[in-house]
C-alpha cells in the first residue's frame, strides 16, 4: 500500500563507510534509481527523529546496523513543480566490523560494499552517488550534538542539532 506523504516529502540517505573504505551501496528494483547504485535511503516516519530513520532504513534495506556521526549535506528539489522533495543525507559508520548483508527482496535486487574509484568509474552510480563519490567527503561536515532542551514549551519528544564545530 503506497502512503499518502502529501506534497512536502522528507527523506533520508545514508553514507555509510566501512573500515576499508568501502561503500554501502544498493540496486533498486523500481523508480528512477531501477539497476543503479544509490545510497540506503527512504522516508522519515511519524514519530521520528531524520537520523533514527536513516539507522532504520540501513537496517531494514541491507541488515547493517549503524550509527550516525554527523550529517554529510541536504538534496532538495521540486517534482513537477508541486512536490517538494528534500533528503538529509547522513554519515553514518558500521557498529561491527564484520556483519552479513541481508537484501530486502521486495525493493532491492543488489547490496554491495564497492570503493569510491567503483562508484565513480563503473558506469552504474545514480547522479547523486557519482557526484558525492566524486568529491572528498569529510567524516563530518556537520555534527551532531543530543541532550539539549530546547524549552517544556514546544513539548518535543526527540532533538537534536548537526551543526558545524
Keep these: 500500500m503506497k502512503k499518502d506523504r502529501g506534497k512536502v516529502w522528507l527523506g533520508v540517505a545514508g553514507v555509510v563507510i566501512n573500515s576499508e573504505g568501502k561503500w554501502l551501496v544498493v540496486k533498486k528494483k523500481y523508480s528512477g534509481l531501477k539497476g543503479v547504485w544509490s545510497l540506503p535511503a527512504g522516508f522519515v516516519n511519524d514519530g521520528e527523529t531524520a537520523d533514527e530513520a536513516v539507522v532504520r532504513e540501513v537496517k531494514e534495506e541491507t541488515g547493517i546496523d549503524c550509527e550516525v556521526s554527523g550529517l554529510v549535506g541536504f ?7 508541486e512536490i517538494s522533495d528534500n533528503m ?78
Design 75 to 81: 538534496r532538495s528539489g521540486v517534482i513537477r513543480e
Design 88 to 165: 538529509a543525507i547522513f554519515y553514518c559508520r558500521p557498529i561491527y566490523d564484520i556483519q552479513s548483508i541481508s537484501i530486502q527482496e521486495r525493493e532491492l535486487s543488489e547490496v554491495a560494499w564497492l570503493t569510491v574509484e567503483e562508484l565513480v568509474n563503473g558506469g552504474e552510480s545514480s547522479v547523486m552517488l557519482r557526484e558525492m563519490a566524486s568529491h572528498e567527503l569529510k567524516e563530518h561536515q556537520l555534527f551532531k550534538k543530543e541532550g539539549i532542551n530546547p524549552g517544556e514549551v514546544f513539548e518535543y519528544s526527540a532533538y537534536k542539532l548537526f551543526f558545524n564545530k
